[in-house]
């Protein structure tokens, strides 16, 4: 049995998002019409992937867990 695609809805926190001279694409989504909660995936230019383990309440908490990721670890 075939599990049916799925819309997304996509926040407009996400996007491309520079910094220290490096571009990354930070992708939060969840499933359209849904009250689901939001996930966090940041996409390199050398096309690797980071999917957070953990769903979030808000787009905004997502974006934030971003940042933080950011200033702890770096853009790379």
Do not use: C, Q
């Not at 520079?18 to 992708?27: I, L, N």
Request: aromatic residues 10%; negative net charge; glycine residues 8%.
């Amino acid at each position: 049995m075939a599990i049916p695609d799925r819309e997304l809805e996509h926040s407009p926190l996400g996007g491309p998002i520079t910094r220290d001279g490096h571009t990354v694409k930070v992708h939060i989504y969840r499933f359209a019409g849904t009250e689901d909660e939001w996930t966090l995936e940041v996409v390199g230019l050398d096309a690797s992937h980071i999917v957070w383990d953990e769903t979030f309440e808000s787009d905004l908490d997502a974006y934030e867990a971003f940042e933080r990721a950011v200033v702890e670890d770096g853009i790379r």
